[in-house]
């Protein structure tokens, strides 16, 4: 089903949208880069929109009273009382956001895919890891821990039992990526054509996921669609504005 965003910005400002942040204590670098994003750039934004794995790993909304995760959520309500509409998407890291965090973060959690009006133009969002579908094995487990019972099941367990699980499957997680090739862990183009054909070829895709930022052109049944990747902030930060003239991708160091 279509998932139109009737609360787009006002077409007369700029929409931001970032991913893979991966924010957490052993990286303040990233995290004072983002904080000074969220009370600088974004500010003058109509919009943010956070495509996905905003942390480097989310445990549960139990979590929100730790020292740095109320860091960002403190930087988030600051800008929310400022004026700013934040969106949050899961990503494969933080699909455990729940109505708690986003609560306490003054932001809305958006489905995956959604698509918005963005300056009166079709555009959809996801956080791009379904696209991946030639990694059988990565898919196999997004499906198996976006299952409600499992969630639930894994959320009854005690806080840091959870946080131990989950750095043993980031370890294990790694050792398969030097494993793969990257173009299995590329979008799938079929899916990525699916995907536009089913949401009635929207004139823009963005997405996060591979940390590959580029401009794609791309022609689905005669359709120009123009697929954004955004950029990751291991070594630093980047975003794509977007208004009423177009869309470019900027890097923090370079304002």
């Known amino acids: 089903m279509v998932n139109l965003n009737t609360d787009s910005p006002d077409p007369s400002g700029v ?29 003058s934004a109509k919009a943010l929109y956070i495509l996905g794995d905003l942390f480097e790993y989310w445990a549960g909304d139990d979590d929100i009273e730790d020292a ?19 969106y949050l998407m899961h990503g494969n890291r933080d699909f455990l956001i729940t109505e708690d965090f986003c609560k306490a ?11 918005i009006d963005l300056c009166e133009t079709a555009t959809l969002l996801s956080h791009g890891d379904a696209l991946c579908t030639d990694d059988v094995t990565y898919q196999q487990f997004r499906t198996q821990v976006r299952n409600k019972q499992w969630q639930a099941q894994f959320l009854s367990q005690p806080l ?7 750095a043993a499957i980031r370890l294990r997680s790694e050792q398969e990526k030097s494993n793969k090739s990257a173009v299995i862990m590329d979008v799938n183009a079929e899916a990525v054509n699916q995907l536009l054909k089913e949401y009635d070829y929207p004139s823009l895709l963005i997405h996060g996921h591979t940390h590959r930022p580029h401009q794609h052109q791309l022609q689905v049944d005669g359709k120009t669609i123009t697929r954004w990747v955004l950029g990751d ?3 630093q930060g980047s975003y794509l504005a977007c208004d009423a003239s177009g869309c470019r991708s900027v890097d923090l160091n370079s304002n």
């Open 15 to 43: 929409t931001l949208f970032i991913s893979d942040l991966h924010l957490c204590a052993s990286r303040p670098q990233i995290t004072d880069a983002f904080l000074q994003f969220l009370s600088s750039t974004a500010k």
């Open 68 to 86: 740095f995760n109320q860091q960002i959520i403190q930087g988030f309500k600051a800008l929310a009382t400022s004026g700013v509409s934040i």
């Open 160 to 166: 840091q039992a959870r946080k131990d699980q989950i």
């Open 233 to 235: 902030w291991y070594e």
């Open 105 to 115: 973060a003054h932001i809305q959690l958006i489905n995956d895919p959604t698509l």
